[in-house]
């Protein structure tokens, strides 16, 4: 019996030949494709500006550096998240403050983060998890009327939607200051590595591009086009946080792929939806908000309370099947474990939710071995 993995990247020869086409073309760092790769992602999302770097984690850190946070600073977050999260605010010397989550899109609730706020809170990091769109008009009030920036750790949402003063938009227009962006192999699309930072204020993404290559004041490519001898400078402390031109040709490729890989899993997840519910009524569905537009990067479900995961977990591993517990939480891990957080959402979440196996070339067949797998687990 075949193994059904949790996810499976959806590559082949277009992705083939553009990394041959640039292995052959003689220039593998951050180049032309990587341009290219940013100019069509920003006009995909509707962004003014798109800035490629080498992970999310890198975005995350640039993003809370342009906006000058620091030493000293709070940033209102979601200990419900990928730890890269919360590190990121680490990285900066700032310190997070861990805001709970509301159980139907399982992103920051934003009644929680009105009490969270301090007179020490510099931007607040929200996270569309597992692609659903967070309650960004919410947020987005509530920050504003403190006068605080919103980053989105939108890792998880590439082609996900909202509707934002009653028009519809993607996901990394941006609705805040900064969009953040994952190509890893979890995610819709992927080149590897990757990530991607979004913003509508050109002095933010000049920032970003000057950071991204250890500060750097005339970029790779300036330099080896010039007809004259340029001298760079690093007017300051910079990163390697660069993509390869091999992952953005491949990137591109992706992202004409990303059509019907969201059409792919949103039919996936409304099956999920109709089987689940008809056979397996003892669990909790996922809830797409009518303001929200998935790309389900993931299909959570909520166990039945007292139901033991692991075992259902295991269960399922030995008929076949892999799954994932609900997202990790932060401050249940060792280096933000200083702190009695009260995040009872957050922590459900992690207990009672499992991910169930979806990608784009899941078989019907297989996702009904999928939900059978899960009715006997529960039995």
Same mark, same amino acid.
């Given at each position: 019996?075949?193994?059904?993995?949790?996810?499976?990247?959806?590559?082949?020869?277009?992705?083939?030949?553009?990394?041959?086409?640039?292995?052959?073309?003689?220039?593998?760092?951050?180049?032309?494709?990587?341009?290219?790769?940013?100019?069509?992602?920003?006009?995909?999302?509707?962004?003014?500006?798109?800035?490629?770097?080498?992970?999310?984690?890198?975005?995350? %850190?640039?993003?809370?550096?342009?906006?000058?946070?620091? %030493?000293?600073?709070?940033?209102?977050?979601?200990?419900?998240?990928?730890?890269?999260?919360?590190?990121?605010?680490?990285?900066?010397?700032?310190?997070?403050?861990?805001?709970?989550?509301?159980?139907?899109?399982?992103?920051?609730?934003?009644?929680?983060?009105? @009490?969270?706020?301090?007179?020490?809170? $510099?931007?607040?990091?929200?996270?569309?998890?597992?692609?659903?769109?967070?309650?960004?008009?919410?947020?987005?009030?509530?920050?504003?009327?403190?006068?605080?920036?919103?980053?989105?750790?939108?890792?998880?949402?590439? /082609?996900?939607?909202?509707?934002?003063?009653?028009?519809?938009?993607?996901?990394?227009?941006?609705?805040? $200051?900064?969009?953040?962006?994952?190509?890893?192999? $979890?995610?819709?699309?992927?080149?590897?590595?990757?990530?991607?930072? @979004?913003?509508?204020?050109? @002095?933010?993404?000049?920032?970003?591009?000057?950071?991204? &290559?250890?500060?750097?004041?005339?970029?790779?490519?300036?330099?080896?086009?010039?007809? &004259?001898?340029?001298?760079?400078?690093?007017?300051?402390?910079?990163?390697?946080?660069?993509?390869?031109?091999? &992952?953005?040709?491949?990137?591109?490729?992706?992202?004409?792929?990303?059509? =019907?890989?969201?059409?792919?899993?949103?039919?996936?997840?409304?099956?999920?939806?109709?089987?689940?519910?008809?056979?397996?009524?003892?669990?909790?569905?996922?809830?797409?908000?009518?303001?929200?537009?998935?790309?389900?990067?993931?299909?959570?479900? =909520?166990?039945?309370?007292?139901?033991? &995961?692991?075992?259902?977990?295991?269960?399922?591993?030995?008929?076949?099947?892999?799954?994932?517990?609900?997202?990790?939480?932060?401050?249940?891990?060792?280096?933000? /474990?200083?702190?009695?957080?009260?995040?009872?959402?957050?922590?459900?979440?992690?207990?009672?939710?499992?991910?169930?196996?979806?990608?784009?070339?899941?078989?019907?067949?297989?996702?009904?071995?999928?939900? @059978?797998?899960?009715?006997?687990?529960?039995?």
């Amino acid at each position: 019996m075949s193994m059904i993995p949790i996810t499976r990247p959806e590559t082949g020869d277009a992705e083939i030949a553009a990394a041959t086409r640039v292995l052959r073309s003689g220039w593998l760092t951050q180049g032309p494709e990587v341009a290219a790769f940013e100019t069509e992602f920003a006009a995909l999302v509707g962004s003014p500006h798109a800035c490629a770097v080498a992970n999310c984690t890198n975005a995350l %850190h640039l993003a809370l550096l342009a906006l000058g946070i620091g %030493h000293g600073d709070e940033v209102a977050t979601v200990s419900h998240s990928f730890i890269a999260t919360a590190n990121a605010v680490r990285y900066v010397g700032a310190e997070p403050v861990f805001v709970d989550i509301d159980a139907t899109t399982l992103g920051m609730d934003a009644a929680a983060l009105a @009490t969270a706020i301090t007179p020490r809170t $510099r931007a607040v990091l929200v996270v569309h998890q597992v692609g659903m769109p967070c309650d960004l008009s919410g947020l987005l009030a509530v920050a504003s009327a403190h006068g605080l920036p919103i980053i989105e750790d939108a890792a998880c949402a590439l /082609g996900s939607e909202i509707r934002l003063d009653g028009a519809w938009q993607w996901i990394g227009r941006p609705a805040g $200051r900064i969009a953040c962006f994952s190509f890893h192999p $979890r995610k819709v699309i992927s080149c590897g590595e990757g990530g991607m930072l @979004t913003t509508a204020d050109p @002095t933010l993404d000049a920032r970003f591009r000057l950071l991204r &290559q250890h500060g750097m004041t005339v970029p790779d490519t300036a330099r080896h086009g010039a007809a &004259q001898v340029i001298f760079e400078q690093y007017a300051e402390l910079g990163y390697n946080y660069r993509m390869t031109d091999l &992952q953005a040709a491949v990137g591109r490729e992706q992202l004409r792929r990303l059509p =019907w890989i969201l059409e792919r899993r949103r039919h996936l997840a409304q099956r999920y939806h109709t089987e689940l519910g008809q056979r397996v009524p003892s669990v909790t569905l996922a809830v797409q908000p009518p303001w929200a537009r998935s790309n389900w990067q993931s299909y959570p479900v =909520w166990l039945p309370a007292g139901c033991d &995961q692991r075992a259902v977990m295991q269960a399922m591993l030995d008929a076949g099947i892999a799954t994932r517990r609900g997202i990790m939480n932060a401050h249940r891990e060792p280096p933000y /474990g200083g702190h009695a957080w009260t995040l009872p959402v957050s922590e459900a979440a992690q207990d009672r939710i499992i991910l169930l196996p979806l990608f784009p070339a899941l078989e019907e067949a297989d996702q009904d071995r999928v939900v @059978t797998a899960l009715a006997a687990a529960l039995a």
